[in-house]
Structure formats: structure tokens, C-alpha cells
């Protein structure tokens, strides 16, 4: 059983259109995230949710929109892309927000903005 | 304002070469972890190790092992006996508090290792 997975994995889409990643933990985990990795493979915070509510938002545009309809889900929707979001979203979870708990990360979604 | 340094961008070695990725980071935090995370070429982030800011004795997993000197800010990982399958992104990261009890992720810019057979 995959313990952070995340669909789909590949995703092309065009300039302006509405997409979502979805993302699932079966760890039992308090706490999920999204990150971004961009193609010089920097890993960056977007977001991040401790049972349900959300407690990190970095500067990340307001196109982007985290849901976490429970805490074993956080999905990303992503309205009117543009050709920089294009990159890889990974999303983790950890056991907690406590400041010893590692993070387990998704396979990623590579993101294509044509 | 808390930074994690990998200036090894790139590195390139033979089979059964060591070879010791260097991680420098800044904090003010007085507790802190530290990670390292490997990203091998099919993508997906692997968990290797945590360590805690008051334990600075050294940890050997197999052919990994890790050195962390609270003096200098580091935390340099070292593969003995370098494997191509050892060939992947390396990342070091740094626990952030964030205050309210909560802390992020920092991550540094990754190390890519390649391990030439």
C-alpha cells in the first residue's frame, strides 16, 4: 500500500485552463503539505494543513487553492494556469507539526503548462 | 532568517569511490532537526535520516553514515563504497519553527550525485 499517494502523476494541460491534484495519506497522519519543485529541483513550501485547518500559506498566488475535505486528503486546484507553474507539486505528510517529525512525500505530479 | 547551504551542486564518482555530501545550515532556533532526503532519478523523495540539535553523535546506517558539528553549523553525509544505485538528487533540510508549535521544512538546493560505474 502506497503510503502518500498523489494523482496524477503526469499532468498537460493548457494556459488558462482549471486543474486539480489530488493527494492521500493512509499513515494516519496529522499534518499534510504541498510542495513545489521547479526545474532546477528547488523544493519550496506552498502549504501546509494540521487536521483539517490550514497553517501554513506561503506567498503563493491566490490562483491556488489547497482543500482538505478531512485529514487524509489535501487536494491542490490550480485556476487559470500559467506557463510558470508548470514544475513538480509534491504532496507529504507528517505525523504532526511538532519540530522532530520527518515528512513522507508523495511520487510528485509533474505539472506542463503548453 | 534560517538557510540550509548544499554548494556542492554537482558531484561525479567512480563505483566504490566515498564520497561526503556537505550540508551547512543557519538557525536561531535552539531546538532543531535536521534531515536528509534522497531523490533518485524515477522522482519520488526518500526519507534517510533525522537528528536532533543535542545529539551530536555521529549515526552509521550500512554504508551511510552522517556527521553533525553543532560548532560549525553542518552536517555533511558520507557514502562509503559508492554504488550507481546511490546515484540521486541529495537534499538536506532544516526544521523551521514557525511559532504556535508548528514548524516547515527548509530544504536546501540538493546535491546531484552521480556514480559512474
Known amino acids: 500500500d502506497t503510503a502518500v499517494s498523489q494523482t496524477p502523476k503526469y499532468l498537460v494541460t493548457q494556459m488558462g485552463n482549471d486543474k486539480s491534484i489530488k493527494c492521500e495519506q493512509n499513515l494516519g497522519h496529522d499534518t499534510m503539505y504541498w510542495y513545489k519543485q521547479d526545474s532546477k529541483k528547488f523544493l519550496k513550501i506552498m502549504f501546509s494543513y494540521n487536521n483539517k485547518e490550514l497553517i501554513i500559506n506561503e506567498t503563493v498566488p491566490n490562483r491556488f487553492s489547497p482543500k482538505s475535505p478531512d485529514k487524509a486528503h489535501l487536494n491542490l486546484h490550480i485556476n487559470s494556469l500559467e506557463l510558470g507553474d508548470s514544475a513538480v507539486y509534491f504532496c507529504a505528510s507528517s505525523r504532526d507539526r511538532g519540530v522532530n517529525t520527518e515528512a513522507f512525500f508523495g511520487q510528485g505530479t509533474r505539472l506542463t503548462v503548453v | 532568517a534560517q538557510k540550509v547551504t548544499q554548494a556542492q551542486t554537482e558531484i561525479s564518482v567512480v563505483e566504490k569511490e566515498d564520497v561526503t555530501l556537505d550540508c551547512v545550515y543557519e538557525?536561531?532556533?535552539?531546538?532543531?532537526?535536521l534531515f536528509w532526503y534522497k531523490q533518485p532519478p524515477s522522482g519520488e523523495l526518500v526519507f534517510l535520516i533525522r537528528?536532533?540539535?543535542?545529539?551530536?553523535q555521529n549515526e552509521i546506517s550500512g554504508r551511510y553514515s552522517w556527521n553533525f558539528q553543532k560548532s560549525t553549523s553542518s552536517f555533511n553525509f558520507t557514502i562509503t563504497a559508492s554504488q550507481v544505485v546511490d546515484s540521486a538528487v541529495y537534499f538536506c533540510?532544516?526544521?523551521?519553527?514557525?511559532?504556535?508549535?508548528?514548524?516547515?521544512?527548509?530544504f536546501g538546493k540538493g546535491t546531484k550525485l552521480s556514480v559512474i560505474p
Open positions: 533540510a532544516l526544521s523551521e519553527a514557525l511559532g504556535a508549535g508548528s514548524y516547515q521544512l527548509t
Open positions: 538557525t536561531r532556533d535552539t531546538t532543531y532537526y
Open positions: 537528528r536532533n540539535s543535542f545529539d551530536e
